[in-house]
């Protein structure tokens, strides 16, 4: 069983930093690409960036040069740096494992989700 677990959201007023993680936890034999998507109140879920195995990123236009992500291979772990924050920014933010295989007590493959971390730019 794997489980994807963020961290790191928050209040944070307009123009600061966050940086959310999201740990996968279980037998993980290796991660093929982790995202981050986004969803606010009324809006349907975004892809906001995404990061591969070789280290190939991808960025939504609307966060590009603001936000960077990166991963962390011997921890399975990603990261989310966010800059300059704006209120259109505020969203639950969603860590999604594409092709995460496990091998105990099979090898299996599937793609997982975490539960997300609310992140709140005000003044």
């Known amino acids: 069983q794997v489980q994807l677990v963020e961290s790191g959201g928050g209040l944070v007023q307009p123009g600061g930093s966050l940086t959310l993680s999201c740990a996968a936890f279980?037998?993980?034999?290796?991660?093929?690409?982790m995202y981050w998507y986004r969803q606010a109140p009324g809006n349907q879920r975004e892809l906001v960036a995404a990061i591969t195995s070789g280290g190939d990123t991808n960025y939504a236009d609307s966060i590009k040069g603001r936000f960077t992500i990166s991963r962390i291979d011997a921890k399975n772990t990603v990261h989310l740096r966010m800059n300059n924050l704006k209120p259109e920014d505020t969203a639950v933010y969603y860590c999604n494992g594409i092709g995460i295989t496990t091998m105990i007590p099979e090898r299996r493959t599937g793609d997982y989700w975490g539960r997300g971390t609310q992140v709140t730019v005000s003044s």
């Open positions: 279980g037998s993980i034999f290796s991660i093929n690409a």
